[in-house]
């Protein structure tokens, strides 16, 4: 229950009422903060914009975009300390003054009264205001509350806007954006370049790719006076990020590497040396005090090249160059020195590899992460094998493996992530990371997180293999916070992939490079100085 609570529309509804019986936070009071907050995000982000036009709706949303328009266009105050330079404020409303509920009318004559000579006019359908001279528009037409679709003049407007070039900052959501909706794209809606919510994302929020961008635009968090006591998520999600903390604390200044556990990386076959020696450097440079890689006799000097950090422990294999049953007994001695073991990067599943995997998930009491060919070892018939009772199970399967973990087919399991997810995790015990657009991390308790970072250039062969040596790395050093350890290591790849994004174009990005922006990653602060929380988007300024 809090600020990081994934909120639908009814939650969100639910939130303010409470917040003004509960608390006693007035509406205006809620609306003037939030306008605040939107004001002050405009003025940090675009200091030189010279003109900035406000359409606003005759709801709570347009109330808040009026208490923005009125600050911006006031002198610098203690409240807004700058503005940006010489900035033109206009207001163009999409509705009679006679419409606007209570709370927005209030803003409107305030507005009036404070910033006389301030351009207000009204837009009918068929006479669009002219936009063509807009440095920045505002959208703070319609939000958490609306269902699609738009119509009349907002429609127009949208089309209209869909064809200019100037960027578009949308107050809660874009407009004609349904806040329950779980889809990536809605193209009835408004475009957005920068989203400004308040309290606590909703569904659309994490869900949706509301904004336009390399690295995707900004969608940011304010908050404007509810407590965390007030808000639920009905749906049981909550935002991934916030876990991230967990990784900002400094080290005790007396530390060894002993104490940042010790991740023990099984995989490789012939021809595959590739995804053992990736997931080993990620592990390496999340923090893991000594990292071991258990890969077969004929890959070992390949994988040993990846760094002089890495520890080799040479597997017997069979026929095929993959590791066969031999290994399991030769492993007990070593496990006793392991915090946790990861297994199935690159692994195969030729000749005993399979069944090795199944074996030592069997055994293995020691916190487990398992990916790539070790999940293919278990179908749906073998499931019940993947018992997390009494230990720490992690599964990272991408949609195809969790559709052989599952028996249902792709289209099947893209179509209900949060519920199937979900189901998997309470019934095995286990925490999942269904990965895809939206990572999911299922827990056993049957909460789920939502992860918001991450790109396209991230689509590449490794990817998969870089995350197993984070999230065992997390795990090594955090045994005791399984929950935040995994969220914080999915948060940290997809943004490490962000930053190379950022420094790189999307098609060039190896999955290596995400491994050489992690310290990015980790120094990157989610919460800003001014109080948002960037839910996605890069604060670089």
């Given at each position: 229950m809090g600020k990081n609570d994934i909120l639908t529309a009814a939650d969100m509804a639910e939130t303010d009422r409470r917040t003004i019986a509960e608390s006693g936070v007035p509406m205006a009071t809620l609306m003037e903060n939030a306008g605040k907050?939107?004001?002050?995000?405009?003025?940090?982000?675009?200091?030189?914009?010279?003109?900035?036009?406000f359409l606003?709706?005759?709801?709570?949303?347009g109330g808040d975009g009026l208490v923005?328009?009125?600050l911006l266009a006031s002198p610098p105050t203690g409240v807004i300390p700058f503005r940006p330079f010489g900035s033109d404020v206009r207001v163009w409303l999409l509705a009679e003054e006679s419409e606007l509920k209570e709370a927005p009318a209030a803003e409107l004559a305030r507005l009036r009264q404070e910033t006389p000579g301030?351009?207000?006019?009204?837009v009918v359908e068929g006479k669009l205001p002219d936009l063509s001279g807009a440095g920045l528009i505002v959208d703070a037409i319609v939000g958490t509350g609306f269902k699609p679709?738009?119509?009349?003049?907002?429609?127009?407007?949208?089309?209209?806007?869909a064809k200019m070039e100037v960027p578009v900052v949308a107050v809660d959501l874009p407009s004609g954006w349904d806040a329950d909706s779980t889809e990536q794209s809605s193209p009835d809606a408004f475009r957005a370049d920068a989203v400004v919510t308040f309290t606590a994302p909703k569904l659309a929020h994490v869900f949706g790719a509301l904004t336009r961008g390399n690295v995707f635009g900004p969608v940011v968090v304010a908050e404007i006076g509810s407590p965390d006591a007030v808000i639920a998520s009905s749906a049981n999600l909550h935002w991934g990020g916030a876990s991230k903390t967990i990784a900002e604390t400094p080290r005790d200044v007396n530390s060894?590497?002993?104490?940042?556990?010790?991740?023990?990386?099984?995989?490789?076959?012939?021809g595959t040396a590739g995804a053992p020696s990736m997931s080993a450097l990620a592990a390496m440079r999340t923090g893991a005090g000594l990292v071991t890689a258990g890969v077969p006799d004929s890959i070992v000097n390949l994988v040993a090249q990846i760094a002089p950090e890495l520890m080799i422990a040479p597997l017997t294999q069979g026929a095929e160059g993959a590791v066969d049953l031999r290994n399991l007994d030769r492993l007990d001695v070593l496990m006793k020195k392991i915090s946790v073991v990861a297994v199935g990067p690159g692994l195969s599943t030729k000749g005993d590899a399979s069944e090795f995997a199944r074996q030592l998930v069997a055994k293995t009491t020691v916190p487990m992460v398992i990916d790539a060919d070790a999940l293919n070892a278990f179908d749906v018939s073998r499931t019940p094998l993947l018992d997390g009772v009494g230990r720490t199970l992690v599964l990272t399967p991408h949609p195809g493996e969790f559709s052989r973990l599952t028996g249902l087919t792709v289209k099947e399991v893209e179509a209900d992530r949060i519920n199937l997810a979900r189901s998997f995790a309470t019934k095995h015990k286990v925490t999942l990371v269904l990965k895809g657009w939206r990572t999911l991390v299922a827990h056993p308790d049957g909460s789920i997180a939502v992860n918001t970072t991450g790109n396209p250039s991230m689509a590449k062969g490794g990817s998969g293999d870089i995350l197993t040596g984070i999230v065992a790395a997390m795990l090594a050093q955090f045994p005791d916070n399984v929950a935040e350890a995994v969220e914080a290591a999915v948060h940290l790849h997809g943004l490490a992939g962000d930053f190379a994004a950022h420094a790189m174009d999307e098609h060039t990005v190896l999955a290596t490079d995400t491994v050489a922006h992690l310290s990015d990653a980790f120094r990157y602060r989610t919460r800003d100085a001014y109080g948002f929380t960037w839910i996605t988007g890069l604060n670089k300024r």
């Open positions: 907050a939107f004001a002050l995000f405009v003025a940090r982000r675009y200091p030189l914009i010279r003109r900035i036009d606003c709706g005759k709801g709570n949303n923005a328009a009125r301030l351009l207000i006019e009204t679709p738009l119509g009349g003049v907002a429609a127009e407007l949208r089309d209209q806007i060894n590497k002993g104490k940042f556990g010790h991740v023990l990386l099984i995989g490789g076959s012939y």
